[in-house]
């Protein structure tokens, strides 16, 4: 465990701590390690008092840290602080981002292009079945999908994503406690898939109410976009699309039938702005000139495309490097319009073609 992680964990036990004055902290000194290293007397008094406690008592604070570190080793959990170079570049650009990310599994996930999926929880069976479709295919392009592991669109957005790619879960709970118990199973099947689970709160801490909502600006935080596939106007998904369009994110929504209240939510979405969605196109329109400007933003490099697939490879010989539609296409590969669009989606996510207002035009 590294110097900085260490002193991340004695910061956030002292007395007095709280994330807003963890930020500070962060945001003052650019690590906790210099923050405690840092003379009492030359903090702000909500800072300095901390620190002079750990003057007091450095030794036991010490303790304190090293028993913390000890836990989290023995239950394989990765901390990563706000100052930490792995922290997830688009999570820090929010407002109020954890000061402390816990993480089972594959910590590298998090600064993948993500797309949030959300929803209700007790979803009919036609919205269970586009999240799991919505889902598959954005993995299977390349997308990390993340949901929040509650019962209805979020599990189902999970168990798409496991078909085809990998998934993020992002707990109201310590990694450590899955809820509701009932995604016990689901939650060790992403674990086993390469994916992650999240959370701001450490070890131990139990399900309450009001920590699902402030998990929220997380799932949000985290991706490019959040798309709701079903959700009532007073709906804890509606608190996520609005913190993503808070977040600067693209908010994408499925419109049902004006006689259903489980899609009122999302109509109200679409009428303050968000992308009315109905075919994964509408996804990667929105989504495909961000994918390799958010990847450059967030300072990584994007890995070379695997090679395409059967139906894939068949539309990419018959596209040029000049721009065609897809009735074009079509003809040329003698697909029908839904797989062919799905094929175009899938190429353009994992970077061999541009979308251009719905002309496509192959670029590798």
Not at 265 to 277: K, P, V
Not at 297 to 309: N, S
């Amino acid at each position: 465990m590294s110097a900085e992680i260490r002193a991340a964990l004695l910061v956030s036990a002292l007395p007095g701590m709280t994330p807003a004055l963890m930020r500070q902290a962060a945001g003052r000194f650019a690590s906790f390690a210099a923050y405690l290293a840092a003379t009492p007397g030359d903090c702000p008094p909500p800072l300095d008092e901390p620190l002079r406690h750990y003057r007091r008592q450095r030794a036991s604070c010490e303790r304190g840290a090293d028993v913390a570190a000890a836990r989290l080793a023995s239950l394989a959990i990765d901390l990563l602080p706000l100052s930490d170079t792995r922290y997830p570049a688009l999570l820090r650009e929010i407002d109020r981002p954890p000061p402390l990310l816990y993480v089972r599994g594959a910590v590298d996930l998090l600064s993948l292009p993500q797309l949030a999926i959300v929803g209700s929880r007790r979803a009919s069976r036609g919205a269970l079945e586009d999240a799991r479709a919505f889902a598959a295919q954005l993995a299977g392009g390349g997308l990390v999908i993340t949901s929040g592991l509650a019962l209805g669109i979020d599990g189902a957005a999970h168990r798409g994503a496991l078909a085809t790619g990998r998934t993020i879960a992002v707990l109201g709970t310590g990694v450590d406690v899955v809820y509701p118990r009932q995604h016990a199973g689901l939650a060790a099947e992403i674990l086993a898939a390469g994916g992650a689970l999240v959370s701001e709160f450490p070890p131990g801490f139990p399900v309450r109410r009001e920590s699902f909502p402030q998990r929220n600006r997380i799932i949000s935080g985290l991706a490019m976009g959040v798309l709701v596939v079903e959700a009532a106007v007073k709906s804890g998904s509606l608190i996520t699309a609005r913190l993503a369009m808070e977040q600067g994110r693209e908010v994408f929504a499925i419109p049902g039938s004006v006689h259903n209240p489980q899609v009122r939510g999302c109509h109200q979405l679409i009428r303050e702005g968000a992308t009315l969605t109905e075919t994964l196109d509408d996804v990667i329109t929105q989504l495909g000139g961000m994918l390799a400007y958010k990847a450059e933003e967030a300072g990584l490099r994007r890995a070379p495309p695997p090679a395409p697939a059967a139906d894939e490879a068949r539309v990419l010989a018959a596209l040029g490097f000049d721009p065609l539609d897809p009735d074009t296409l079509a003809e040329r590969t003698g697909m029908a319009i839904p797989g062919l669009l799905a094929a175009l989606a899938t190429l353009e996510l994992q970077g061999w073609v541009d979308n251009l207002g719905g002309l496509y035009m192959r670029v590798r």
